[in-house]
């Protein structure tokens, strides 16, 4: 009996992302493309800190935008590399390129959001298109943010990159970014209320309204913080504004990072402002624990027709989101290990285990609290 339920329990635990992934990829599909207004001016931001092994890619792909006029500044924000050097060459010979060199950094700023705030404040455009220098734009990319937004009414629209992986460490810790988003977010909810609950963002790429941006106060409202993507949908959703996420897959892709120890790192920054509260962890951990790891760890021991269907749903959804989001799908089988890598990164965080007592960017080291 005590093993029905506990079949039970897991299985429940399984379907319920295994549904909202479905009900989550069907409201994403359903996204309309819209073409941006004639009076349109997207300014893409691209906050730079040693990144002369990625701002050439980056502004090549900039560079092809089509639909739309855009205007590319450049930030570079204390640079001990080439980074501004490139940018320089640019900027030469395409007067769309400006290169901006940030201010000292000020008591209670983060780097990235310090370096974002200075951008907006140089920007000309009618809405801002925030992206990294990992980030490679699609030639419609900023065309089809800025149409869905003005279509929509969202005063900021976001989207998740397809994330490039090619090793194993990669493979072990970035899809986590797409198996939350689409498994745990009702999308649904999401486009009909403007809890701020319900924002969510990737800092990877996200677009705002010039004006609505101005008016909550942009980065400036969220400088001592990490993670802009979900502090920014939610400073908006407590202003009034509507966010919105869009399919990103096709609009830009990113290769995060390299290494396992840099994934765990780059993670590592931004969980104490996610999951990794003394309150929610727990609750993520029984979500996750039991939807997609213990039903793999007690199939061979337990054998039963619940615990198989939770273990098949499981990496079903997973399965599902990878080829949705053209992920590798190589990283698929690596599922129950990926789960329980990414729940070690936020309790690390939470107990302040080794590294995870500081957060930085690129970097620039700053206490978590």
């Known amino acids: 009996m005590t093993v029905t339920i506990i079949g039970l329990v897991l299985l429940a635990l399984a379907a319920f992302p295994a549904i909202l992934a479905l009900m989550n ?4 599909r359903s996204t309309q493309r819209r073409h941006p207004d004639g009076e349109t001016l997207v300014s893409i931001l691209i906050p730079a800190r040693n990144e002369a092994a990625n701002i050439g890619a980056a502004l090549d792909c900039a560079l092809a935008s089509m639909g739309v006029p855009v ?3 450049v930030m570079d924000d204390g640079s001990t590399d080439s980074t501004a050097e490139i940018v320089r060459t640019y900027a030469a010979r395409d007067p769309r390129v400006r290169l901006l060199t940030a201010p000292p950094l000020e008591d209670g700023w983060t780097g990235k959001v310090h370096a974002c705030h200075h951008l907006a404040q140089a920007a000309r455009g009618t809405h801002f298109l925030f992206t990294d220098a990992d980030v490679r734009l699609a030639p419609q990319a900023a065309a089809a943010l800025a149409g869905h937004a003005q279509a929509s009414d969202a005063k900021l629209v976001s989207a998740v990159p397809r994330q490039v992986m090619t090793t194993l460490g990669e493979m072990l810790i970035v899809p986590t ?12 909810f999401m486009r009909l209320s403007r809890d701020p609950g319900l924002g969510a963002a990737c800092g990877q790429l996200i677009l705002v309204e010039a004006e609505a941006y101005r008016e909550t106060g942009g980065h400036g409202s969220i400088r001592a913080l990490i993670h802009d993507g979900i502090q920014l949908a939610r400073l908006f959703r407590r202003k009034g504004f509507m966010t919105d996420l869009v399919p990103g897959e096709r609009l830009a892709s990113c290769r995060m990072y390299g290494s396992f120890g840099e994934a765990w790192v780059g993670f590592a920054k931004n969980a104490h402002e996610g999951m990794a509260t003394p309150v929610g962890l727990p609750i993520w951990t029984i979500l996750l624990l039991g939807g997609h790891v213990l039903p793999f760890a007690l199939l061979p021991f337990v054998p039963t027709v619940p615990i198989l269907l939770a273990a098949f749903l499981s990496l079903s959804t997973r399965a599902i989101v990878t080829v949705s989001t053209r992920e590798n799908p190589l990283s698929i089988p690596l599922h129950p290990f990926t789960i329980l890598v990414g729940l070690a990164i936020q309790w690390s965080v939470l107990l302040g285990i080794g590294t995870a007592r500081r957060a930085g960017w690129k970097g620039r080291l700053y206490p978590v609290g």
């Open 177 to 188: 970014i797409n198996v939350l988003l689409l498994g745990y977010l009702p999308m649904g």
């Open 71 to 73: 205007e590319i500044i």
């Open 25 to 28: 990829l069907a409201v994403l």
